[in-house]
């Protein structure tokens, strides 16, 4: 069984301060992780993801994400936030070769001028 | 090369009515699903195609969920005598292959299903 849970349903950070999403996982099996973004209307856009070659990811828009076994966790950071941040953050595993990926319910990000 | 496309991008109907909402996937992707997105919810695993094999359909709801894909490419699910709670973002999303680190989905805009 898979599962990943997502702390914070709303983060509120000013402009230019550090972003910090939470993601932590259950997996029986060493899981691949993503994080997608969702802004308003549209459909998902893959960030980044980790496939075991290394835990600290990096992804676009200079998003970053870093693999720790030992606390369950993928959390997404940013050093500094932007206007165009403002969206809602996903993140999602799945376990080994299993092709269903499990989503979490989402952070909506809001960055305030 | 185009991304993944959805239709129609809003649907309202009426409560009792079939609606059929159709995806196309990236040309070459063998792997395809769809996912449920409800207010305040994450996204809800519906149904997975790969290639010629049988479907993964243990997301759906009810049996008023179907879904089909014709020819390996295009898919279209169906919900037969909507009911209000069916109101949700459906979203499409395919992969070159389905398995694999590799793999990464790709989604499409979604459609907005709204049952009067």
């Known amino acids: 069984a898979q599962s990943v849970t997502q702390l914070g349903s709303h983060v509120s950070v000013s402009e230019g301060a550090l972003v910090l999403l939470r993601c932590n996982y259950s997996s029986s099996v060493p899981p691949y992780l993503f994080w997608y973004v969702q802004y308003p209307n549209q459909g998902l856009q893959l960030l980044l993801k980790?496939?075991?070659?290394?835990?600290l990811v990096k992804g676009i828009n200079g998003f970053e994400a870093e693999f720790k076994k030992s606390e369950t966790s993928f959390h997404l950071t940013k050093p500094s936030a932007h206007m165009s941040d403002a969206a809602e953050y996903f993140c999602?595993?799945?376990?080994?070769?299993?092709?269903?990926?499990?989503f979490g319910t989402g952070t909506k990000l809001q960055v305030i001028p | 090369g185009a991304g993944v496309s959805q239709s129609p991008s809003n649907k309202v109907t009426e409560k009792g009515k079939d609606v059929e909402l159709r995806c196309d996937p990236i040309?070459?992707?063998?792997?395809l699903y769809w996912y449920r997105q409800s207010l305040g919810q994450g996204l809800e695993f519906l149904i997975y195609?790969?290639?010629?094999?049988?479907?993964?359909k243990s997301g759906l709801p009810s049996d008023r969920f179907s879904a089909e894909r014709t020819g390996g490419s295009v898919s279209t699910l169906t919900i037969q005598r909507t009911q209000q709670e069916d109101s949700a973002v459906y979203l499409c999303a395919s992969s070159l292959r389905g398995d694999g680190p590799a793999d990464t989905q790709y989604f499409g805009p979604g459609t907005r299903l709204t049952v009067l």
């Open positions: 980790y496939t075991s070659a290394a835990t």
């Open positions: 195609f790969q290639g010629n094999s049988a479907p993964d």
């Open positions: 040309s070459g992707h063998t792997a």
């Open positions: 999602a595993v799945r376990s080994g070769g299993y092709q269903k990926v499990t």
